[in-house]
């Protein structure tokens, strides 16, 4: 008799545990599928907007039925919060490519350094930030740009790896310390 009841009280356990599973992959799925910082063309200015969606009630959403997109940061807020968040039919046509760094990643696809004309290679969190040059010619890193700023700097701004980036930077804020030989090419560092 004791034996059936606990193994009915596995049982149960098991199917609850099979049933929370049922639900939490496809929820931890809309998680990972919408967070992340996103560009989009605001369907109101037609420029482009940088936005966050709520992610972690997406996937809450998904556990308990379907999941319901809302935006948790619009870089047009506060003054247009009361917006009707339409831009979030283009995160759901396509949640990849609107993603921040999937823009970012392939503006830097194939790209050459402006100053050493070494490859950049792939852009990896891990990894030093590869810059840019300005039409000012300082270099900065790309994270340092806001989000709804980068289609703009990216159709007037220069690829450059990490090391030129720390090297320039070097230069301007200390060009005594620094002698051009131009025989070699070389810059040296005093
Ligand atoms: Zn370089």
Avoid at 169 to 187: C, G, I, S, W, Y
């Amino acid at each position: 008799m004791t034996i059936t009841v606990f193994t009915i009280i596995i049982a149960v356990l098991v199917l609850g545990a099979g049933l929370f599973l049922l639900r939490a992959i496809p929820s931890m799925r809309t998680y990972f599928t919408f967070r992340g910082k996103r560009l989009v063309t605001c369907p109101e200015t037609h420029k482009a907007t940088a936005i966050d969606v709520a992610a972690s009630e997406a996937a809450l959403g998904t556990f308990f039925n379907e999941p319901t997109l809302r935006l948790s940061q619009c870089s047009r807020w506060p003054e247009r919060q009361d917006c009707g968040q339409e831009c979030l039919q283009q995160v759901e046509a396509d949640p990849e490519n609107c993603l921040v760094w999937k823009i970012v990643a392939k503006w830097y696809e194939g790209k050459k350094c402006v100053f050493c004309h070494k490859p950049i290679g792939p852009l990896g969190h891990l990894d030093h930030a590869p810059a840019l040059l300005g039409p000012d010619f300082r270099t900065s890193e790309w994270s340092e740009i806001l989000p709804e700023q980068l289609p703009e700097v990216f159709s007037k701004y220069q690829a450059v790896c990490w090391n030129c980036h720390v090297t320039e930077t070097f230069r301007r804020l200390h060009p005594e310390m620094v002698v051009d030989r131009p025989a070699e090419t070389k810059r040296v560092i005093m």
